[in-house]
């Protein structure tokens, strides 16, 4: 099985001095069945990759659809995935969240009239002109995909198939969470405040294999994932983006720089694309934010052991997100009370990530010895 992407009573990190941020974590966990509804769309696809965890929902749901019915979910897997190398589930629900849907009605409601929702998601990091074109190209599948879940009863196959499990999952995690203070850990080492101190955790029964960040301080969780991979969600998630590349000019071209090593472009162009990060700035956010993630998450005794994780973890694609932990450990990133994005610069600057080094400190870390 595929590893999901992946604290005590009190955050253990230094809160970053700034009058916005915050000292609490307040958390809300709940199902969605319009999120749940886009994750089905994966699966409906009948795309092999989904069908490993979703067989007997596929077999049970997918028979019930008109051709044309089911052409319009192959046609969404075509464009978004094969031709875009996009997550259908991940790029949806990003873009629908936007307009908050709770019912199948609201989201054909959305994609017939989705002016609200662009100008909602022109006010996040997540909108360009690219991907709105691909989303437009795709509204007529989305409409008949919709439309095919709501005439095969999905909603109510849902409630009886889906809800119950995320309902027995549900107090445990709920009461697990409210233990840990992630919200100000995860402001220490962004250097910047979130805009809440509010994370709302949706448990879902069709997200698997994924862990999926939507819009707000919000994010989609499997209701089977082990409690230590939801907290890691939760704390990996509400750091995207790392940082603001829009006002970072510097950033943004040493970033761009990277695309020299070969070592890191061989990850980018060669991996399976189900798991996404298919451009190397998608997998330089994903990277960063991984190995944040790990520092958090050691700091709150949920590290696990890295060295097994990116070993496995996406078929070992993540080989920034190494290079980027190791000098946090060799650096003492945390001590320094460095924002990431000074550290990410200062980095990038001082060659530490380029000219064969990046392939040498993954060399150290899966080598070293315990």
């Known amino acids: 099985m595929r590893i999901p992407r992946l604290l005590l009573l009190v955050c253990f990190l230094p809160v970053v001095a700034h009058a916005q941020t915050h000292a609490t974590t307040d958390w809300d966990v709940r199902p969605s069945l319009a999120l749940d509804a886009i994750c089905a769309l994966n699966v409906l696809s009948g795309d092999p990759y989904y069908l490993d965890y979703y067989k007997t929902d596929y077999e049970r749901l997918s028979p019930q659809l008109k051709p044309e019915e089911r052409a319009a979910f192959s046609n969404l897997k075509r464009r978004i995935k094969d031709e875009n190398g996009g997550i259908v589930s991940a790029s949806m629900a990003l873009y629908f969240s936007a307009a908050n849907p709770e019912s199948l009605d609201d989201l054909i409601r959305i994609v017939q009239d989705s002016s609200t929702m662009r100008q909602n998601l022109r006010a996040t990091p997540y909108y360009n002109d690219d991907d709105w074109k691909l989303y437009e190209q795709s509204r007529p599948d989305l409409e008949a ?32 969470l409210a233990r840990y203070n992630v919200v100000p850990a995860v402001e220490a080492v962004l250097g910047t405040p979130r805009p809440t101190n509010k994370i709302t955790v949706f448990l879902l029964y069709y ?32 750091m995207h983006p790392p940082y603001d590349l829009a006002h970072d000019p510097e950033l943004k071209a040493g970033l761009e720089s990277l695309r020299s090593d070969a070592y890191l472009m061989d990850k980018v162009e060669h991996h399976d694309r189900s798991f996404g990060y298919n451009s190397l700035e998608g997998l330089e956010e ?18 696990g052991d890295p060295v097994a994780y990116w070993r496995e973890q996406d078929g070992g694609i993540h080989v920034l997100a190494v290079a980027l932990y190791r000098l946090m450990k060799q650096q003492g990133f945390l001590e320094k009370k460095e924002p990431f994005s000074v550290f990410l610069k200062r980095n990038i600057a001082s060659g530490a990530l380029s000219k064969g080094h990046l392939e040498k400190l993954n060399q150290a870390f899966f080598t070293a010895k315990p």
């Open 145 to 176: 995909a919709f439309r095919a879940l709501k005439r095969i009863h999905f909603e109510e196959d849902w409630k009886a198939q889906a809800k119950p499990h995320i309902d027995q999952a549900h107090d445990a995690i709920a009461r697990d």
């Open 286 to 303: 994903e990277d960063s934010v991984q190995a944040l993630e790990q520092i958090i998450a050691e700091r709150f005794g949920m590290g």
């Open 207 to 238: 997200s698997q294999p994924h862990g999926i960040k939507i819009t707000g301080m919000r994010f989609l969780t499997h209701y089977s994932y082990p409690f230590r991979i939801v907290l890691r969600n939760a704390i990996h998630e509400m």
